[in-house]
């Protein structure tokens, strides 16, 4: 995994920022939530990646692969959820100077 990260260090800033972007343009959808047994299934699935990624059981390249798409997906997230934050400060500072004005 070090390898990874000092090898694809502009690929994980590049990762960070798409989801700073996504984050920060993502609309807030008012959609039913998701069910209890699917978000059970996403956590069991992405938990397996995981494992498989630790245990080295896939070999070669697709455990290069695999590596790579779950040490990505980290920054991803992390930039997800600093820009949606990020946009939360920025609305309800707005909302707070008009309701002043």
């Known amino acids: 995994m070090a390898f990874l990260v000092a090898f694809h260090w502009g690929w994980l800033a590049g990762a960070f920022a798409i989801g700073l972007a996504m984050g920060w343009i ?25 494992a498989t990624a630790v245990a080295c059981w896939v ?3 697709p455990g290069y692969w695999l590596e790579l798409l779950l040490i990505l997906f980290v920054p991803y997230l992390v930039g997800c959820a600093i820009g949606s934050w ?10 707070r100077r008009r309701s002043a004005a």
Do not use: F
């Open 86 to 95: 990020l946009r939360a400060l920025v609305v309800t500072r707005s909302m």
């Open 26 to 50: 993502a609309v807030v959808h008012r959609a039913p939530a998701v069910s209890g047994w699917l978000t059970w299934l996403l956590g069991a699935i992405a938990a397996a990646l995981v």
């Open 59 to 61: 070999p070669g390249r």
